[in-house]
């Protein structure tokens, strides 16, 4: 199982980024997913995570109203756009599976498939 995040880069303060999350090895079509990220010398943080079926999501305080967080079952992929981007937000953005099935889970040990991470980096 490998989940394969691109998107990130370097972007000036108030403009936008799309992350894009691949999964392969396995569906996740009954898994919650998710972004988390890890800012220099802090612990990693639920961003954002969905429902299996997209009904639901979470966000957190620091990011709700800037970014939204989708996915395709079909095409096993989750996705972050991210705008209004501000330099608080530089970190390594990782994409998560669910262990259990049909469950949103906001918290980081609820989550057992992680893919390798992808910087972004917002300048002031």
């Known amino acids: 199982v490998r989940l394969l995040e691109s998107g990130g880069g370097l972007v000036q303060t108030g403009l936008s980024l799309r992350l894009s999350c691949v999964a392969s090895?396995?569906?996740?079509?009954?898994?919650?997913m998710g972004w988390f990220r890890r800012a220099p010398g802090k612990e990693r943080e639920m961003v954002a995570v969905?429902?299996?079926?997209?009904?639901?999501?979470l966000y957190a305080d620091s990011v709700k109203g800037r970014f939204t967080i989708y996915r395709a079952n079909s095409e096993n992929t989750v996705s972050l756009q991210m705008d209004n981007l501000k330099p608080e937000d530089t970190a390594v953005y990782y994409c998560?599976?669910?262990?259990?099935?049909?469950?949103?889970?906001?918290?980081?040990?609820?989550?057992?498939?992680w893919g390798q991470g992808t910087l972004v980096t917002v300048s002031s």
């Open positions: 969905i429902s299996w079926d997209s009904n639901s999501a």
């Open positions: 998560a599976a669910d262990r259990e099935w049909y469950r949103l889970g906001s918290e980081e040990r609820q989550y057992e498939y």
């Open positions: 090895g396995r569906a996740f079509s009954r898994n919650g």
